[in-house]
């Protein structure tokens, strides 16, 4: 069993949306993620999707994204980007995973998944007061985020674990980098960055890692305990 990340599938199956325009790198995405996919990824290992799973707006219309999901080898663990307007309560979403008998998809978001003694802890993380583009308007959410994800590390950290994974949406800056610190987390990872800005990118730390599906070439990536 080994574990793997690919963020940012934008998958358009529900709601179609030209990802070509940011690149003839998204030319084919879809069919070049179920050939990097299959070639790579077990029944029996486990893959995370930090984010921006579709383009759907609301869930019943994701289902053809969730069915391609499905018919992928791997237990997949989503969490929650920018870009998924679909997501609802996780009591929702469960129910829409047994209506549909998706049975190898589970939701991670302000929660904690156990995977072979590590706890994988995951949350959206925001823009942050260092980007030149924070708003007034971004400080509620940043905060709430910061909450978010500590509650998230606590749950994991309680587990009594080999070590904690953090899956975030957002690259970590600013008062997520400390939460991280204090937890000590195994690796962090995360994807938001596509084109010249993913491949400009230079993580903070070694142990933090980028999972864009157009930096990876479509390709999930394995990551090593």
């Given at each position: 069993m080994a574990l793997f990340a690919l963020s940012d599938l934008h998958l358009p199956l529900g709601n179609y949306k030209p990802m070509d325009i940011f690149g003839d790198n998204w030319s084919n995405y879809v069919e070049r993620i179920r050939e990097e996919w299959t070639k790579t990824v077990k029944e029996d290992d486990v893959v995370i999707i930090n984010g921006d799973f579709c383009w759907a707006t609301y869930v019943d219309d994701a289902l053809e994204d969730f069915k391609f999901l499905a018919s992928l080898p791997g237990i997949k663990l989503l969490s929650k980007g920018n870009h998924d307007y679909w997501w609802?309560?996780?009591?929702?979403?469960?129910?829409?995973?047994?209506?549909?008998?998706?049975?190898?998809?589970?939701?991670?978001?302000?929660?904690?998944?156990?995977?072979?003694?590590?706890?994988?802890c995951a949350s959206r993380g925001w823009i942050?007061?260092?980007?030149?583009?924070?708003?007034?308007?971004?400080?509620?959410?940043?905060?709430?985020?910061?909450?978010?994800?500590?509650?998230?590390?606590?749950?994991?950290?309680?587990?009594?674990?080999?070590?904690?994974?953090?899956?975030?949406?957002?690259?970590?800056?600013?008062?997520?980098?400390?939460?991280?610190?204090?937890?000590?987390?195994?690796?962090?990872?995360?994807?938001?960055?596509?084109?010249?800005?993913?491949?400009?990118?230079?993580?903070?730390?070694?142990?933090?890692?980028?999972?864009?599906?157009?930096?990876?070439?479509?390709?999930?990536?394995?990551?090593?305990?």
């Amino acid at each position: 069993m080994a574990l793997f990340a690919l963020s940012d599938l934008h998958l358009p199956l529900g709601n179609y949306k030209p990802m070509d325009i940011f690149g003839d790198n998204w030319s084919n995405y879809v069919e070049r993620i179920r050939e990097e996919w299959t070639k790579t990824v077990k029944e029996d290992d486990v893959v995370i999707i930090n984010g921006d799973f579709c383009w759907a707006t609301y869930v019943d219309d994701a289902l053809e994204d969730f069915k391609f999901l499905a018919s992928l080898p791997g237990i997949k663990l989503l969490s929650k980007g920018n870009h998924d307007y679909w997501w609802e309560t996780k009591t929702k979403l469960n129910a829409f995973l047994e209506k549909n008998k998706l049975e190898n998809i589970h939701f991670i978001h302000n929660s904690t998944y156990m995977y072979n003694g590590y706890a994988i802890c995951a949350s959206r993380g925001w823009i942050t007061p260092s980007d030149k583009d924070f708003k007034k308007s971004d400080e509620k959410m940043y905060n709430r985020e910061l909450g978010r994800l500590t509650l998230s590390l606590k749950a994991g950290e309680s587990e009594n674990t080999k070590g904690l994974i953090a899956a975030l949406h957002y690259p970590p800056e600013d008062g997520f980098l400390e939460i991280l610190d204090q937890f000590d987390v195994k690796y962090c990872i995360y994807g938001h960055l596509h084109g010249k800005q993913a491949r400009n990118h230079v993580p903070k730390k070694e142990n933090f890692i980028l999972v864009s599906s157009d930096f990876l070439q479509f390709k999930p990536l394995e990551i090593k305990l």
